[in-house]
């Protein structure tokens, strides 16, 4: 069965090291005859949550600008792979203002009970892929546990990530000697 796979390249560096190891793994599952969209987050205007709380009552945020258009996409694709860069020992700004939006998500399933994804639809799994500059001990610590929550809210199920410290310009993780080929495999997993 073919299945609808997203990616969202979250880095502002678009030649960056995070959008080469998603470009792989979107070829991979474009070459195995799934339906492949790939977006980039520079591109959509993303207001940060104001916190309103006004989505509490029915889901619908009250910021008019591009998120709907992401929303969609997040709950029709059977598979996921987020590509972010580490900023500051966490996930870089522009995925976490992503991630942030889904809030009136979080207010349709835990405060209104409502499913967000098909539940008749195949699993939703979900891969993220991340580099950092540094070797620092922990260091995709945080995002992951962003990411995670992200992904649960959703049920997305999190695939065993491909995470790569010490690559830090732009282009520095094509001389990895395994990065791409662990990608190739973990998106062949993701849509085994
Ligand atoms: C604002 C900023 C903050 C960063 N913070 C960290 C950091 O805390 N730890 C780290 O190891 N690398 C850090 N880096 C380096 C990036 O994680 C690294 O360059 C990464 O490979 C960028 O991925 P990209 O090319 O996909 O954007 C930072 C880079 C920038 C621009």
């Known amino acids: 069965m073919a299945l609808s796979v997203l990616g969202i390249a979250c ?16 070829k991979t599952a474009e070459i195995e005859g799934h339906i492949t969209e790939m977006l980039y987050l520079s591109d959509f205007k993303i207001t940060p949550c ?5 989505c509490s009552a029915n889901g ?7 998120v709907p258009k992401l ?3 997040l709950i029709h694709a059977d598979r996921l792979i987020l590509a972010a860069p580490i900023f ?4 870089n700004a522009q995925t ?3 991630i942030d939006r889904m809030q009136p998500f979080w207010a349709l399933k ?3 009970h409502q499913s967000l994804a098909n539940p008749a639809g195949p699993d939703r799994i979900g891969l993220f892929l991340s580099t950092a500059g540094t070797q620092k001990k922990d260091l995709f610590k945080c995002a992951e546990r962003s990411i995670q929550t992200f992904f649960h809210m959703l049920d997305i199920k999190y695939a065993q990530p491909c995470l790569y410290g ?12 395994t990065a791409f080929d662990d990608v190739r495999k973990a998106t062949q997993r993701l849509i085994s």
């Open 50 to 54: 104001q916190g309103c709380g006004a």
């Open 110 to 112: 835990y405060l209104h």
């Open 96 to 98: 976490k203002i992503l």
């Open 88 to 91: 500051f020992m966490g996930l």
């Open 166 to 177: 010490g690559i830090d310009l732009a282009g520095e993780i094509i001389e990895h000697s």
């Open 11 to 26: 880095s502002p560096r678009r030649n960056g090291n995070t959008t080469s190891l998603l470009l792989e793994g979107m």
């Open 71 to 73: 929303q969609e996409r």
């Open 60 to 66: 619908v945020c009250v910021i008019n600008d591009d």
